[in-house]
Every structure is written in structure tokens, then in C-alpha cells.
């Protein structure tokens, strides 16, 4: 049974403890994995490897490991939104 959030589990000793987010360490989510972010933004995990070696995804490297921080993704999932722009038509025609 995994315990319940703000608690965290000693693998050693299998204790509990409860952090409780405070002014001096405010609590932060975890890093993202590349399954995780591949899952994230409904891509293969192998786009989110290649964008990542390739600078294009903004990554956190931790020696040989790259890890996502979740407002990045956002930021740049939301950089990239195309479609329609809202407002009257080329031309000045109204849309119907």
C-alpha cells in the first residue's frame, strides 16, 4: 500500500514521516521522465529522446540522466499552439 501524499517512506527502515511543504522549502514536483513527458504531450518517447539530444526540449541533465521539469513542458507545448486566430475575417466579411 503506497502511503498517503506528504509522507515520505525510508526504504531502510521502512518508517514514515510527514513533510509538510513550509515558506523555507516550498514543495516542488518531482522531475519528469521521458516516458513520462513522451506520455505528457501524446508523442513517442523516441520524439522526446531525439528533441532532447538535440537541445530543441528544454531538459534538466543530471550526469547521464535527462529529467523534465513539468512547467517547462507546459511552456513549451504552449509556445507551439497553432490554429486560427480569432476575429473578423480577411476581407471584412463577418463569419456566419
Do not use: C, K
Request: glycine residues 8%.
Amino acid at each position: 500500500m503506497d502511503p498517503p501524499a506528504g509522507v515520505l517512506v525510508s526504504q531502510r527502515s521502512r518508517s514514515t514521516a510527514v513533510v509538510a511543504p513550509s515558506p523555507e522549502r516550498p514543495s516542488t514536483p518531482a522531475l519528469l521522465t521521458a516516458g513520462e513527458v513522451a506520455a505528457l504531450l501524446a508523442v513517442p518517447e523516441s520524439w522526446v529522446r531525439r528533441e532532447t539530444r538535440a537541445n530543441r526540449l528544454p531538459h534538466v541533465q543530471l550526469g547521464r540522466y535527462r529529467r523534465y521539469r513539468h512547467e517547462d513542458i507546459e511552456a513549451f507545448a504552449a509556445e507551439r499552439t497553432r490554429g486560427p486566430v480569432p476575429g473578423p475575417r480577411p476581407g471584412g466579411r463577418p463569419r456566419v
